[in-house]
Protein backbone atom coordinates (compact mmCIF):
# COMPACT_ATOMS: atom_id res chain seq x y z
CA UNK A 1 0.00 0.00 0.00
CA UNK A 2 1.29 3.72 -0.44
CA UNK A 3 3.75 5.10 2.43
CA UNK A 4 2.10 5.27 5.60
CA UNK A 5 0.49 8.99 6.00
CA UNK A 6 1.32 11.45 8.64
CA UNK A 7 -2.25 12.32 9.42
CA UNK A 8 -5.02 10.35 10.57
CA UNK A 9 -7.50 11.37 7.90
CA UNK A 10 -11.34 11.62 8.92
CA UNK A 11 -13.56 9.29 7.59
CA UNK A 12 -15.82 12.00 5.77
CA UNK A 13 -12.79 13.73 4.18
CA UNK A 14 -12.60 10.52 1.65
CA UNK A 15 -15.55 9.36 -1.09
CA UNK A 16 -16.41 6.04 -1.17
CA UNK A 17 -13.76 4.11 -3.32
CA UNK A 18 -10.80 6.10 -1.80
CA UNK A 19 -12.21 5.64 1.77
CA UNK A 20 -12.61 1.14 0.20
CA UNK A 21 -9.12 1.88 -0.30
CA UNK A 22 -7.57 3.57 2.95
CA UNK A 23 -8.83 0.55 5.00
CA UNK A 24 -8.20 -2.09 2.49
CA UNK A 25 -11.78 -3.22 2.86
CA UNK A 26 -11.81 -6.51 0.32
CA UNK A 27 -15.00 -5.21 -1.70
CA UNK A 28 -15.25 -8.41 -2.75
CA UNK A 29 -18.62 -9.10 -6.28
CA UNK A 30 -21.83 -10.28 -5.39
CA UNK A 31 -21.08 -13.98 -4.37
CA UNK A 32 -17.26 -14.01 -3.30
CA UNK A 33 -15.46 -16.71 -4.67
CA UNK A 34 -18.36 -19.13 -5.70
CA UNK A 35 -19.25 -16.19 -8.28
CA UNK A 36 -15.23 -16.65 -9.00
CA UNK A 37 -15.00 -20.37 -9.57
CA UNK A 38 -18.41 -20.27 -11.53
CA UNK A 39 -16.67 -17.69 -13.83
CA UNK A 40 -13.70 -19.58 -13.71
CA UNK A 41 -15.60 -23.29 -14.91
CA UNK A 42 -17.65 -21.92 -17.58
CA UNK A 43 -15.22 -19.59 -19.28
CA UNK A 44 -12.71 -22.00 -18.89
CA UNK A 45 -10.04 -19.60 -17.82
CA UNK A 46 -6.75 -20.90 -17.42
CA UNK A 47 -2.87 -20.42 -17.28
CA UNK A 48 -2.71 -19.23 -21.12
CA UNK A 49 -5.43 -16.64 -20.49
CA UNK A 50 -5.36 -12.89 -20.32
CA UNK A 51 -7.70 -11.20 -17.60
CA UNK A 52 -8.60 -7.38 -17.65
CA UNK A 53 -10.71 -6.25 -14.22
CA UNK A 54 -12.22 -3.19 -14.70
CA UNK A 55 -13.19 -1.37 -11.65
CA UNK A 56 -10.43 -3.83 -9.28
CA UNK A 57 -11.17 -1.49 -6.03
CA UNK A 58 -8.78 -3.62 -3.96
CA UNK A 59 -7.90 -6.33 -5.94
CA UNK A 60 -10.07 -9.14 -5.18
CA UNK A 61 -11.18 -10.09 -8.35
CA UNK A 62 -8.15 -10.15 -10.26
CA UNK A 63 -6.27 -11.74 -7.49
CA UNK A 64 -7.81 -14.47 -6.61
CA UNK A 65 -9.18 -15.34 -10.56
CA UNK A 66 -5.38 -15.29 -10.89
CA UNK A 67 -4.47 -17.94 -8.12
CA UNK A 68 -7.74 -20.21 -8.85
CA UNK A 69 -6.57 -20.48 -12.61
CA UNK A 70 -3.30 -19.38 -13.54
CA UNK A 71 -3.94 -16.54 -15.60
CA UNK A 72 -2.39 -13.26 -15.91
CA UNK A 73 -4.32 -10.79 -14.58
CA UNK A 74 -4.30 -6.78 -14.53
CA UNK A 75 -6.69 -4.28 -12.69
CA UNK A 76 -7.66 -1.18 -13.52
CA UNK A 77 -9.22 1.68 -11.00
CA UNK A 78 -9.58 5.24 -10.57
CA UNK A 79 -9.04 5.14 -7.52
CA UNK A 80 -5.05 5.74 -5.74
CA UNK A 81 -5.98 4.38 -2.82
CA UNK A 82 -7.44 1.14 -3.68
CA UNK A 83 -5.07 0.04 -6.01
CA UNK A 84 -2.78 0.74 -3.70
CA UNK A 85 -3.91 -1.73 -1.71
CA UNK A 86 -4.68 -3.65 -4.35
CA UNK A 87 -0.93 -4.20 -4.77
CA UNK A 88 0.02 -4.44 -1.25
CA UNK A 89 -2.59 -7.60 -1.23
CA UNK A 90 -1.14 -8.84 -4.38
CA UNK A 91 2.23 -9.17 -2.54
CA UNK A 92 1.17 -10.13 0.83
CA UNK A 93 -1.64 -12.77 0.29
CA UNK A 94 -0.81 -14.02 -3.57
CA UNK A 95 2.76 -13.50 -4.02
CA UNK A 96 3.47 -15.71 -6.81
CA UNK A 97 0.33 -14.71 -8.72
CA UNK A 98 1.15 -12.80 -12.13
CA UNK A 99 -1.25 -10.12 -11.39
CA UNK A 100 -0.57 -6.34 -11.93
CA UNK A 101 -2.52 -2.81 -10.83
CA UNK A 102 -2.92 0.36 -12.83
CA UNK A 103 -4.52 3.71 -12.03
CA UNK A 104 -6.86 4.36 -15.14
CA UNK A 105 -9.82 5.32 -16.28
CA UNK A 106 -11.39 1.90 -17.87
CA UNK A 107 -13.45 4.45 -20.63
CA UNK A 108 -10.13 5.61 -22.01
CA UNK A 109 -8.10 2.59 -21.48
CA UNK A 110 -6.04 1.24 -24.28
CA UNK A 111 -4.18 -2.24 -23.94
CA UNK A 112 -1.03 -3.39 -25.92
CA UNK A 113 -2.91 -6.30 -26.77
CA UNK A 114 -6.12 -7.73 -26.67
CA UNK A 115 -7.06 -9.86 -23.54
CA UNK A 116 -9.20 -13.28 -23.46
CA UNK A 117 -11.46 -12.17 -20.64
CA UNK A 118 -12.94 -9.51 -18.72
CA UNK A 119 -14.26 -8.89 -15.31
CA UNK A 120 -16.75 -6.28 -14.85
CA UNK A 121 -18.40 -7.80 -11.85
CA UNK A 122 -21.27 -5.93 -10.40
CA UNK A 123 -19.27 -2.66 -10.13
CA UNK A 124 -20.84 -0.84 -13.38
CA UNK A 125 -22.73 0.92 -11.17
CA UNK A 126 -19.87 3.63 -10.67
CA UNK A 127 -19.15 4.25 -13.46
CA UNK A 128 -20.30 7.34 -15.56
CA UNK A 129 -21.19 5.51 -18.37
CA UNK A 130 -21.81 1.65 -17.63
CA UNK A 131 -23.44 1.11 -21.00
CA UNK A 132 -20.91 2.74 -22.72
CA UNK A 133 -18.05 0.70 -21.02
CA UNK A 134 -20.06 -2.44 -22.28
CA UNK A 135 -20.17 -1.35 -25.63
CA UNK A 136 -16.66 -0.69 -25.93
CA UNK A 137 -15.81 -4.42 -24.60
CA UNK A 138 -14.88 -5.82 -28.28
CA UNK A 139 -11.83 -3.19 -28.53
CA UNK A 140 -10.34 -5.19 -25.63
CA UNK A 141 -11.02 -8.59 -26.23
CA UNK A 142 -9.68 -11.52 -28.49
CA UNK A 143 -12.54 -12.64 -30.84
CA UNK A 144 -14.18 -15.65 -29.15
CA UNK A 145 -12.90 -13.74 -25.69
CA UNK A 146 -15.60 -13.95 -23.07
CA UNK A 147 -16.96 -10.83 -20.19
CA UNK A 148 -17.14 -11.72 -17.17
CA UNK A 149 -20.41 -10.25 -14.87
CA UNK A 150 -22.38 -10.04 -12.12
CA UNK A 151 -24.63 -7.27 -12.12
CA UNK A 152 -27.42 -6.47 -9.56
CA UNK A 153 -30.87 -6.19 -10.34
CA UNK A 154 -34.25 -5.34 -8.39
CA UNK A 155 -36.86 -8.46 -7.93
CA UNK A 156 -39.32 -5.33 -5.93
CA UNK A 157 -39.29 -1.79 -5.46
CA UNK A 158 -37.12 -0.34 -3.56
CA UNK A 159 -38.36 1.91 -0.35
CA UNK A 160 -37.35 6.24 -1.40
CA UNK A 161 -35.59 6.49 1.73
CA UNK A 162 -33.78 3.33 1.77
CA UNK A 163 -32.62 4.97 -1.89
CA UNK A 164 -31.53 7.85 -0.89
CA UNK A 165 -29.55 6.04 2.39
CA UNK A 166 -27.73 4.16 -0.30
CA UNK A 167 -26.96 7.21 -2.49
CA UNK A 168 -25.50 9.10 0.60
CA UNK A 169 -23.62 5.64 1.58
CA UNK A 170 -21.99 4.83 -1.25
CA UNK A 171 -21.70 7.93 -3.57
CA UNK A 172 -24.19 6.53 -5.88
CA UNK A 173 -27.57 5.18 -6.34
CA UNK A 174 -28.22 1.77 -5.50
CA UNK A 175 -29.80 -0.02 -8.94
CA UNK A 176 -33.24 0.57 -9.75
CA UNK A 177 -33.86 -1.53 -12.97
CA UNK A 178 -35.61 -5.15 -12.82
CA UNK A 179 -34.11 -7.72 -14.68
CA UNK A 180 -34.71 -7.32 -18.08
CA UNK A 181 -33.78 -3.83 -18.04
CA UNK A 182 -30.40 -4.33 -16.48
CA UNK A 183 -29.68 -7.27 -18.98
CA UNK A 184 -30.42 -5.54 -22.20
CA UNK A 185 -27.02 -4.06 -22.94
CA UNK A 186 -25.47 -7.54 -22.22
CA UNK A 187 -27.61 -9.05 -24.89
CA UNK A 188 -25.12 -7.95 -27.39
CA UNK A 189 -22.65 -10.64 -26.54
CA UNK A 190 -23.82 -14.88 -26.65
CA UNK A 191 -25.26 -15.83 -23.12
CA UNK A 192 -22.86 -18.54 -22.35
CA UNK A 193 -23.95 -19.40 -18.59
CA UNK A 194 -25.79 -17.73 -16.26
CA UNK A 195 -27.93 -18.32 -12.92
CA UNK A 196 -29.91 -16.03 -10.86
CA UNK A 197 -28.41 -15.69 -7.27
CA UNK A 198 -30.52 -14.43 -4.33
CA UNK A 199 -28.73 -12.15 -1.58
CA UNK A 200 -27.99 -13.77 1.98
CA UNK A 201 -28.41 -11.03 5.03
CA UNK A 202 -25.43 -11.19 7.50
CA UNK A 203 -26.67 -10.84 11.23
CA UNK A 204 -25.54 -8.08 13.21
CA UNK A 205 -22.77 -10.04 14.24
CA UNK A 206 -21.52 -11.18 11.71
CA UNK A 207 -21.22 -7.45 10.06
CA UNK A 208 -19.33 -6.41 13.57
CA UNK A 209 -16.80 -9.29 13.27
CA UNK A 210 -15.91 -8.41 9.71
CA UNK A 211 -15.80 -4.82 10.02
CA UNK A 212 -13.73 -5.16 13.13
CA UNK A 213 -11.46 -7.16 11.54
CA UNK A 214 -11.17 -4.73 8.83
CA UNK A 215 -10.50 -1.93 10.39
CA UNK A 216 -7.87 -3.67 13.24
CA UNK A 217 -5.66 -4.50 10.28
CA UNK A 218 -6.00 -0.74 8.77
CA UNK A 219 -5.08 0.40 12.27
CA UNK A 220 -2.11 -1.94 12.50
CA UNK A 221 -0.77 -0.89 8.39
CA UNK A 222 -1.19 2.65 9.34
CA UNK A 223 0.43 2.48 12.53
CA UNK A 224 -2.54 4.39 14.60
CA UNK A 225 -3.58 3.49 17.78
CA UNK A 226 -6.58 6.45 18.11
CA UNK A 227 -9.50 4.93 19.43
CA UNK A 228 -11.50 7.93 18.27
CA UNK A 229 -10.43 7.34 14.75
CA UNK A 230 -10.80 2.93 15.07
CA UNK A 231 -14.58 3.88 15.80
CA UNK A 232 -14.84 6.53 13.32
CA UNK A 233 -14.25 4.43 10.36
CA UNK A 234 -16.14 1.42 11.98
CA UNK A 235 -18.92 3.39 12.35
CA UNK A 236 -18.87 4.18 8.81
CA UNK A 237 -17.64 1.14 7.40
CA UNK A 238 -21.11 -1.06 9.50
CA UNK A 239 -23.06 1.54 8.09
CA UNK A 240 -22.03 0.63 4.58
CA UNK A 241 -22.18 -3.40 5.40
CA UNK A 242 -26.17 -2.40 7.49
CA UNK A 243 -27.34 -0.77 4.15
CA UNK A 244 -25.96 -3.10 1.94
CA UNK A 245 -27.83 -5.93 3.93
CA UNK A 246 -30.93 -3.50 4.28
CA UNK A 247 -31.01 -3.70 0.35
CA UNK A 248 -31.06 -7.43 -0.17
CA UNK A 249 -34.36 -8.30 0.01
CA UNK A 250 -35.21 -6.40 -2.65
CA UNK A 251 -32.03 -7.39 -4.93
CA UNK A 252 -31.13 -10.16 -6.71
CA UNK A 253 -27.49 -10.76 -9.10
CA UNK A 254 -27.36 -13.16 -11.23
CA UNK A 255 -23.66 -15.03 -12.60
CA UNK A 256 -22.64 -14.36 -16.49
CA UNK A 257 -20.54 -15.58 -19.19
CA UNK A 258 -21.07 -13.83 -22.22
CA UNK A 259 -18.48 -14.50 -25.61
CA UNK A 260 -17.64 -12.08 -28.16
CA UNK A 261 -17.53 -12.93 -31.75
CA UNK A 262 -17.21 -10.72 -33.93
CA UNK A 263 -19.34 -13.21 -36.73
CA UNK A 264 -22.47 -12.32 -34.45
CA UNK A 265 -21.85 -9.32 -32.62
CA UNK A 266 -24.21 -7.52 -31.63
CA UNK A 267 -27.42 -9.87 -33.22
CA UNK A 268 -28.95 -12.93 -30.76
CA UNK A 269 -29.54 -15.63 -33.00
CA UNK A 270 -29.81 -18.55 -29.77
CA UNK A 271 -33.11 -17.81 -27.68
CA UNK A 272 -32.50 -17.40 -24.01
CA UNK A 273 -34.81 -20.51 -21.87
Not at 96 to 115: I, K, L, N, Q
Not at 133 to 159: K, N
Not at 184 to 203: D, G, N, T
Request: glycine letters at 8%; aromatic letters at 12%.
Amino acid sequence: MATLLKQQPSSHEMNYPDFVGYINQWNVLPGAYSTLNEWAIFSRLGPEGRLLQFGCTTGFQARELAVLTGCTAHGLDVSGPAVDAARHNAALYAPEARVTYECGDAHSFTPDRPYTHIALGGGLRFFPNPDGIIARLPQLLVDGGCILASPFYVRSEIPQELLERGRRVFGVLPTTEGYDEVMAPYLRYEVIYESRKELAIESDEQVRNYCRSTIERAARFHQIDDRDWKEEMFDRLFEVRQTSNALRPYQGYNVLVLRYRASTYPHRYVELF
